[in-house]
């Protein structure tokens, strides 16, 4: 074929490549500067659209999709306020290491710089809050650089990439290149074996310990389900206790023994106190984020540190490591349980005794506690009903941002890896609903509910047209405390209780706001109706909106208050007064 | 920070993809991140496969100079990084353009002593001087510093170039 009779539009060159990086679905909203794109998608029916309604939503719901299924997330926008919605969803991905590529409409080559029409400077914009981004100049580059895009999104340390691309780019024509296998960048490629001296290594400090705990994060979840499978099989091996941080829940069984819960600010008491007190402590995956560490001088000050990680940007950034190991959380474990194998270690059997012993004590205080009454709803019940509902359905999870998040990790439980996603790292309110779309686009037929502040839930509402459009039985199970509760807990332990502007004045009535879309709205504020509710709300194949009202004074326990250590958690109300915060804790978030 | 862990001075070698915006990346990393540059300089050095290097001077206890070297290399163009000052014996050269003005008894000051520098004089005036002067910083600091009470008018100087010492690249 002769040059000419092989071109295509760029627009028409996009849609191929992201066929060709087994795209199925992409979240948008159309402008402008991608016109020709939404033209070259109308043409075809490889690719599903999902018509969003604000572009910061499209994002959240490539999250969902990407974290549920570890493939990548595509999100498509315009130009200058498209690719400016999407930034708060961007920043999110990089924090939470979620793959996503997102493209970008831009004005045409000539006029970039010329303060053009919904012209905005997107690559200088998301340069920080990107793994990686690029300004496609020429129609030859383009299909290149998609495929690029996608091998830097989802290699290594997981994140978003942007694609900006000017309208000229998308309209002139070339020939495609299709994707080379097995890419080979020219400078980025993150090392995911191990180097097996270190492994050695690692298998004698773990063999000789006497009081270990495994901490382990996201990067399980990001290395894929293969992980979680090899580092449940390690535990077991070994016998040690594990704990998971927020963003790894579910890379461990939550109903095995050997699970302490989730660790960290709002950990629990095992969780904490066997990280302070051990003696060599297993990091797989996790970043030692300061909701872990508390006060880092005192953070697990007796222990030699194992890290894992695939970044080695993670390792020896807020504390130091005794064996910091590069490389992929799987092939670790693959090669940590074949060196354990191997040598059929003898484990001081005495101490892991005593230890274990230990930890049962701190069990045994059982802080997660909390009483129901007859009159109102704690929202720890709540969740409490609503896993006893759910658990044998195939069910995901997502949350938006606040106490009814943390009531969420340390109720909810999960038994595997990719059904739990939060906002971790930003903590961005409104994050859950549109994630939840992207889940269930994923997974249509499973239950994916976002438990919901009544806060946060009002940042991406207008969603609801979307779930209504694309028929999504999307459950949306709201803790309605009346409050931006965390907020005002932080107010009420750091601010004498002046609850300036915590108060969410003029709610809507969730249960009308839910059938104006054509969803179905429920409410309860009795204990007594609750379960009642949460089946109903099981049935309906429909999204459906759940105003849970709940005790608008409840408070979420363990805390750990910013800058403390971990043995000064607060177990609950009555511990504040004993407990005045430090002038240095005050001014962390 | 522990009181061993005392801020000291690294010299940074980094080869990158000669693209827009790379240098935005390198600078953009070091600002967000709030770690400081001391002098800072770039330019292609290699034609064939279109790669710049550039040369950071940085200052940071031993813990922040590990994450600025494993934050630069998570850079997506970034192809190598050095730390210089760890890996043995370097050299550091800067180059400096200095104008002095003057006449009679300063001006004659001033040539003597960039012969004693070994500045070369690369435009002369009946009433001012540039010299050019190369070397290790602290040299062209010295020299700077000596303009000064002479008619220093304008410096330019082109921050910090580096290698290792021996036949081993980079
Ligand atoms: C209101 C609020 C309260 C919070 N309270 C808590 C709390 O009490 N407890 C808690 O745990 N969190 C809490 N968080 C979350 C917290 O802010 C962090 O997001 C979280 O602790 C980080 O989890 P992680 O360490 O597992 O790291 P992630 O952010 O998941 O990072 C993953 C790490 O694994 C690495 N990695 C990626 N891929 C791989 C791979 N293939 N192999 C090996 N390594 C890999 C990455 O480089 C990175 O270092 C809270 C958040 C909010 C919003
Ligand atoms: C976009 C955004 N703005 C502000 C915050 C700060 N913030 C954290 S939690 C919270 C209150 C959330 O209230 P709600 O959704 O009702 O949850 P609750 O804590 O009551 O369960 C706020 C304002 C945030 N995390 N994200
Ligand atoms: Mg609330």
């Given amino acids: 074929m002769k040059p000419e009779e092989s071109a295509t539009t760029g627009a028409d060159l996009l849609v191929k490549a992201l066929i060709d990086e087994e795209v199925e679905v992409v979240f948008g909203y159309p402008g402008g500067a991608v016109l020709p794109i939404y033209d070259s998608l109308f043409k075809q029916n490889r690719l599903r659209h999902i018509l969003v309604r604000h572009e910061q939503a499209a994002v959240h719901a490539a999250e969902g999709y990407a974290r549920s299924t570890g493939r990548v997330g595509v999100v498509l926008v315009t130009s200058g306020p498209g690719a400016t919605n999407a930034v708060t969803g961007l920043t999110d991905a990089l924090m939470d290491s979620i793959p996503i590529v997102c493209l970008t409409g831009q004005v045409p080559t000539h006029l970039i710089g010329n303060d053009a029409f919904q012209e905005a400077d997107t690559t200088g914009i998301t340069r920080p809050c990107t793994k990686h981004n690029y300004l496609v100049k020429a129609v030859g580059d383009l299909a290149r650089t998609v495929h690029e895009a996608f091998y830097v999104a989802r290699s290594g340390r997981p994140g978003p990439v942007v694609i900006d691309l000017p309208k000229d780019v998308l309209m002139n024509k070339h020939e495609y290149e299709a994707p080379k296998k097995p890419v080979q960048h020219k400078s980025y490629r993150p090392q995911v074996k191990p180097d097996p001296k270190k492994i050695e290594e690692a298998i004698d400090l773990i063999q000789a310990a006497k009081r270990p705990v495994f901490y382990t994060g996201g990067g399980v979840i990001n290395s894929g389900p293969k992980a979680s499978k090899l580092l449940t099989q390690f535990v077991h091996l070994t016998g040690f206790p594990i704990t998971n941080t927020l963003m790894g829940l579910g890379a461990f069984p939550a109903s095995d023994k050997q699970f302490l819960g989730m660790l960290g600010m709002h950990g629990t008491y095992e969780a904490n106190l066997a990280m302070y007190h051990c003696d060599v402590l297993i990091d797989i995956g996790a970043r030692f984020d300061d909701r872990i560490t508390g006060k880092l001088s005192e953070f697990s000050p007796k222990s030699k540190k194992i890290h894992v990680d695939i970044d080695p940007s993670s390792i020896n950034k807020n504390v130091r490591v005794d064996l910091p190991i590069v490389g992929d959380a799987a092939h670790v474990l693959e090669e940590m349980i074949r060196v354990w194998k191997a040598r059929q270690p003898r484990l001081d059997q005495k101490a892991h005794k005593a230890w274990w012993a230990e930890i049962e004590k701190w069990r045994g205080r059982n802080c997660l506690a909390y009483k129901q009454d007859k009159e109102t709803i704690k929202p720890q019940f709540a969740l409490e009903r609503l896993y006893h509902h759910i658990k044998d359905h195939d069910h995901y999870i997502t949350t938006e941002v606040g106490q009814h998040q943390m009531w969420a990790a340390q109720f909810l439980k999960f038994e595997q890896p990719n059904h739990w996603m939060t906002s971790g790292g930003l903590g961005t309110m409104g994050y859950g609903f549109p994630a939840a779309m992207g889940v269930q686009i994923a997974h249509p037929d499973a239950l994916v509910i976002d438990v919901a502040g009544e806060a946060s839930i009002m940042m991406n509402i207008q969603e609801l047209s979307t779930v209504a459009q694309y028929r999504l039985p999307v459950k949306i199970f709201i803790l309605n405390n009346q409050y931006m509760g965390m907020v005002r807990q932080w107010q009420e332990l750091l601010h004498g209780g002046r609850y300036s502007e915590s108060y969410m004045e003029s709610l809507p009535d969730f249960v009308k706001l839910a059938e104006a879309f054509g969803a179905v709205g429920l409410r309860t504020g009795n204990p007594s109706e609750l379960d009642g509710v949460i089946q109903e709300m099981i049935k309906i194949k429909k999204p459906v909106i759940v105003d849970v009202l709940v005790d608008k004074a409840e408070n979420c326990f363990p805390m750990i208050p910013s800058g403390a250590a971990h043995y000064d958690m607060l177990l609950g109300p009555n511990d504040r007064a004993e407990k005045p915060i430090s002038e240095e804790g005050m001014v962390l978030v | ?170």
């Fill in chain 2, 1 to 170: 920070m522990s009181p061993t862990e005392t801020a000291s001075r690294h010299t940074i070698s980094i080869l990158v993809d000669n693209e827009p915006g790379i240098l935005a990346r390198v600078v953009g990393l070091f600002s967000g991140r709030g770690y400081n540059i001391e002098s800072l300089t770039v330019a292609k050095t290699n034609e064939k496969e279109n790669l710049s290097r550039i040369t950071i001077v940085t200052a940071g206890t031993p813990m922040v100079i590990e994450q600025i070297k494993a934050q630069l290399d998570r850079l997506v163009p970034v192809h190598r990084v050095r730390d210089l000052t760890l890996g043995g014996e370097h050299v550091e050269r800067e180059l400096a353009l200095v104008k002095v003005k003057g006449t009679g008894e300063k001006r004659v000051e001033a040539l003597r002593l960039a012969d004693v520098f070994r500045a070369k004089v690369i435009d002369a005036k009946s009433d001012s001087f540039v010299f050019e002067v190369t070397g290790a910083s602290d040299k062209v600091d010295t020299f700077i510093g000596l303009m000064e009470g002479l008619g220093l008018i304008d410096v330019g100087r082109t921050g910090i170039v580096a290698t290792t010492r021996g036949s081993e690249a980079i």
